[in-house]
């Protein structure tokens, strides 16, 4: 069967868009269930969960940094597929045993797996891919991944009241769709097929890095951003149903408010372009991130946290922007760029579930977030005093 060059690029943007789609809505799914099933089964306190919840993206940080040299030699389908196959049966694992060492172990192999999928995603739609045509197939991608994340909560939620043990087989048949999608779609499509690696790509063409210094800053925002974004996740919870009584499909709902903001300022961010290559949107960011924790520190109302999550979903996705953005443009190495941007939020992540479930555990949620922004306008304070020192070189 033949599908000419245009058809191909199109069906390769579906095709990836919504795997991304199933597999973060399985990933979050994951994740927000793993909180309930460690402490009704495990009998975790606060902090004994974020360690726990920590460890998939230990692994998925490790893995990342010493897979980096091989992975490029691989084409990105076998890798993914990969990916989805070891994360089905970490999750299998996981939610069937009863010995914590064994779950300890299932996330760790949970996180190698994934480390597989997102940096190789990544690299294969932005490849040939710079300006405004990048900036397009990076916000569908990001919408995609964000939609599943924000529907994925509420979902999560009603599951997990019915047991906690169902959103894990859900994920391991949605992983398991998310798979056949990859291995049907490449049978099927040549041109899919025959996406080469990265070294055999870079190889064939000769091209120049061009890559721009506002990468550094973006990333760092990114990790800030994203160390909230793991309190949200996990912490949050918690003190939702300690704290604000309420239930785990009503704490899924106000996710959802967040999830819903983060995929319709995607939709806008992919649209526009006057923040590409300036670093004051980069700064106000975060800037906006830190401020809008410290009002967040004087709430204790439900309604309350709905502002504050659809804030930080403008914010957060906007950061996200950046650094994938910023990160891959001029870039001749997209899949090394893009385990560089992994491997800077997953360590906002695991900042943000150890650091904030400890700091929840001795405070409360209030000092928590306000050290998470005390904490970020220093990073931000650090970047601009290093942004005035390279302009002052530059004239």
């Known amino acids: 069967m033949y599908f000419s060059p245009q058809k191909t690029d199109t069906i390769q943007f579906w095709v990836l868009n919504i795997a991304s789609f199933l597999a973060q ?121 964000s939609f599943g994340v924000g529907i994925s909560s ?98 899924g709902l106000l996710l959802l408010i967040r999830g819903v903001a983060t995929c319709l300022s995607f939709l806008a961010l992919g649209r526009l372009e006057f923040w590409h290559f300036k670093k004051r949107y980069i700064f106000l960011v975060q800037i906006l991130f830190a401020l809008s924790c410290l009002l967040a520190t004087g709430f204790t109302k439900p309604l309350s946290y709905a502002f504050f999550f659809l804030v930080f979903g403008f914010l957060f996705a906007f950061a996200y922007d950046q650094s994938m953005f910023h990160g891959a443009s001029g870039s001749i190495n997209r899949s090394q760029r893009m385990i560089i941007h992994e491997v800077l939020l997953t360590i906002g992540t695991i900042m943000g579930a150890v650091g904030g479930g400890y700091i929840y555990e001795k405070l409360s949620f209030s000092r928590l977030l306000f050290i998470v922004a005390l904490a970020a306008l220093v990073l931000v304070g650090i970047e601009m005093a290093v942004a005035a020192v390279w302009q002052r070189r530059k004239q």
């Open 154 to 251: 509420y979902i999560a939620g009603l599951l997990v009241e019915v047991s906690t043990v169902m959103p894990f087989y859900a994920s391991v048949l949605l992983f398991a769709c998310v798979f056949l999608i990859i291995f049907i779609s490449s049978a099927l499509v040549p041109g899919i097929r025959a996406v080469q690696s990265e070294h055999l790509e870079n190889n064939a063409n000769e091209k120049v890095d061009q890559s721009t210094p506002l990468r550094f800053y973006a990333w760092t925002g990114i990790m800030a951003l994203y160390s909230g974004m793991s309190i949200i996740l996990t912490i949050f919870p918690l003190y939702a149903q300690d704290e604000l009584k309420i239930s785990e499909s009503e704490t």
């Open 25 to 145: 809505l399985t990933i979050a799914m994951v994740n927000l269930a793993l909180v309930y099933h460690l402490r009704q089964v495990f009998s975790l306190g606060a902090d004994g969960i974020g360690l726990a919840a920590s460890i998939s993206p230990a692994t998925y940080l490790i893995f990342c940094i010493l897979l980096a040299p091989y992975t490029i030699h691989f084409r990105p389908r076998h890798l993914v597929q990969l990916s989805l196959a070891g994360m089905a049966v970490a999750v299998f694992l996981f939610v069937t045993t009863k010995s914590l060492p064994v779950a300890y172990l299932a996330l760790a192999l949970y996180g190698g797996f994934m480390s597989l999928l997102w940096p190789q995603i990544e690299g294969w739609f932005s490849r040939g891919k710079e300006g405004a045509s990048l900036n397009r197939v990076a916000n569908a991608f990001n919408f995609s991944w």
